[in-house]
Each structure stands twice: as C-alpha cells, then as structure tokens.
C-alpha cells in the first residue's frame, strides 16, 4: 500500500512537470528541426554553419575553452562534434516530449545545458541570453530526473502495462516511477542539488556578466579586438588578430590600419578600401571563423584569430625605435599595440 502511494506521488509530481517536460523537450529538439529540416546548418560552406557560431564562443568559456579551441582549429572534428551534438539534441528532446526515458533524457538536458552555460554564458546582446538558457536548462534537467514523467507519457503507458522492461530496478533510475532512494536521503539530494545549482547560477551570474556584486558588464555589446605579436621584417609588418568581445550575430568591420612613430608620424595607412581589396593569402586564419575582406571593409567575426601581413616598401629601411600599430572600427573603436625596431 504504501509503495503504490509513493507511485502514485511520484506520477503526480510527473503529471505537474508535464508543462516543464515539452516545452524544454522542444527547445532541444527544435535545434535539431532548425539545422538539419528547416535548413542545412551542417554544411561548412554555408553562412549559417553552426562550427562558426562554436567558435563564437571561444574567447570568454569557462573551463572549456581548450575543448572549443581545439574543435574549431580542427575542421573534420569540429563537424562530427556538431553533427553528435545535433543529433543527441534530437534524440533528447524528441523523447523528453514522449516522455520515454525520461529521467536519462534530463541527465541528457542537464548535461547539454552545462554546455550552454559554459561555453556561451557571456553571449546576449539586449539580455543575458545564452545565460539563461543554459542555468535554466541545468535547473529543468534536474527537477526532471526527479520527478520523472506523469500520467501523459509512454513512461507511464509502459509502467501501467507492466512490460517487462518497467520491471528491471534500472528502469527507475532511466524512466520514470519511485526513484530507489530512501527518503531521508532524497531528501538531503533534493536540498544539496539545489543549493549547488542556485550556487552554480551565481557563481556564473557573476564571472560573466557581474550580475551579483560589483559593475555590470556585457562583453555582447561592443567589439574588441586584441592585436598582439607586432613585428617588422625587411618590408613585411606583422600582427595577430583576435576578436574577443562583441555581438555575435555580426562582425567587426576594419576600416583603418595605421602604423605610426614615436613622434605621431604615419608611416603607413590603409584605409577603407585597401581593407575591402586586401589579399586574401596575407590573411593567415586559424579558426573555422575567418578574417576576410568584404564589400566595404575587413570583416572580423566573433572568435575568429588571424595572422595578417602587409608588405610595403615604406617599411623596409624604417630607423630603430618604438612604433605603434592602430586599427580602427566602423564603430569608431580602436586597438593597437606596440613594436620596436632595433637596428
């Protein structure tokens, strides 16, 4: 009697989540509906291609930026890791939304989400998106494993029809029904989960955004651009490009590169046009997203890192001193960084 009372809570507290079940079911498997039914979101030719917008990620991850960066320095790799990450949303939130396995589907939310918050957690540019969406997605996972699925689920039908597969201890620690915890533990679980959960929340909360004590900031909002590694030999200057910061849904646009003495004097300039005409082979890209000239200006995507060189006769017999390299944005921003020439 009492374990058909407990049963019967636990279908409760199922059928109350039923709302939570299809809804976060749909968010991941509507990832997989969007790049692989709606449009072809694999396919590395394309503008859409979802390794690109991985390595939007790279520049501000926690504790995953060396995975990001090795997926997004790799081609092949970085496409089957899209194409498993696609089609486990798939599988995940289909069967959330059946409710079948449901409590190894919201390990399969829970991990996923861990994902989104760890490598994206930065990114929104009118709210914190990407943040919400994942500690909202980690919360979800682990109300769901909890509480398993209800009356309106295939989990339900098979325990109902006692197929011999609901009958295996297992099946209650992957589908749905009494979990085989005793209550006093549960409920230490129940408590500690979600205290490291809500800690999770404002640990992240403030790493990326400062949402818990200090300045608010939004790394979304504007560019930035890390020119680094300045050199100069014979007639060719050198410099590395990393966009680390700024809105992900569109690039830096270069439209100046000067470089200029001690005295403040221009030694070199492109302007606007060079930098829509520059040579492609003096772009020495290392991600899947890529410095390139556009129509108007030098385009420098989310997370895209490039070695640029420009060769130019005017460096060829510069005196010995310190010179500095300034790049100028579309926006009015502006980076440099330093070199000296010893002669």
């Not at 829509?276 to 082979?281: S, T, Y």
């Not at 556009?294 to 490039?306: D, E, F």
Request: hydrophobic share 45%; aromatic share 12%.
């Amino acid at each position: 009697m009492q374990n058909k009372e407990l049963l019967q809570s636990y279908h409760m507290a199922g059928l109350f989540t039923l709302t939570i079940r299809l809804v976060v079911g749909w968010t991941y498997f509507s990832a997989f509906w969007r790049r692989l039914i709606l449009e072809n979101k694999l396919d590395p030719e394309t503008a859409g291609y979802i390794g690109e917008k991985f390595n939007h990620f790279l520049p501000n991850a926690l504790g995953i930026k060396p995975m990001i960066e090795y997926l997004v320095s790799n081609p092949d790799a970085l496409w089957w890791a899209m194409a498993a990450f696609t089609i486990i949303e798939g599988i995940v939130g289909l069967l959330l939304m059946l409710g079948l396995f449901t409590r190894l589907m919201s390990i399969g939310v829970f991990s996923l989400a861990m994902g989104i918050l760890l490598g994206s957690g930065w990114l929104g540019t009118t709210c914190l998106d990407e943040w919400q969406i994942g500690v909202l997605g980690v919360a979800s996972g682990f109300t769901l494993f909890l509480s398993g699925s209800g009356k309106y689920s295939l989990d339900y039908f098979l325990q109902t029809r006692n197929y011999k597969i609901t009958q295996y201890k297992i099946y209650n620690w992957l589908g749905s029904g009494i979990l085989p915890i005793q209550l006093n533990s549960l409920h230490k679980i129940v408590f500690g989960g979600a205290l490291a959960i809500l800690a999770l929340t404002l640990i992240t909360n403030q790493y990326f955004h400062g949402g818990v004590y200090g300045t608010l900031h939004n790394m979304s909002v504007k560019p930035k651009v890390e020119v680094t590694n300045s050199t100069i030999k014979q007639d060719i200057l050198s410099f590395q490009l990393f966009r680390v910061e700024g809105a992900d849904v569109y690039g830096s646009f270069l439209i100046g590169i000067t470089l200029i003495d001690a005295n403040e004097n221009a030694v070199l300039e492109l302007n606007q046009n060079a930098l829509a005409n520059f040579p492609k082979e003096n772009i020495k890209n290392n991600y899947v997203a890529k410095i390139k000239s556009g129509v108007h200006s030098m385009i420098i995507p989310l997370g895209a890192k490039a070695t640029l060189q420009i060769k130019d006769q005017k460096l060829a017999n510069l005196s010995s001193g310190i010179y500095k390299i300034i790049l100028t944005d579309i926006s009015g921003a502006t980076w440099n960084d330093t070199l000296e020439i010893k002669n």
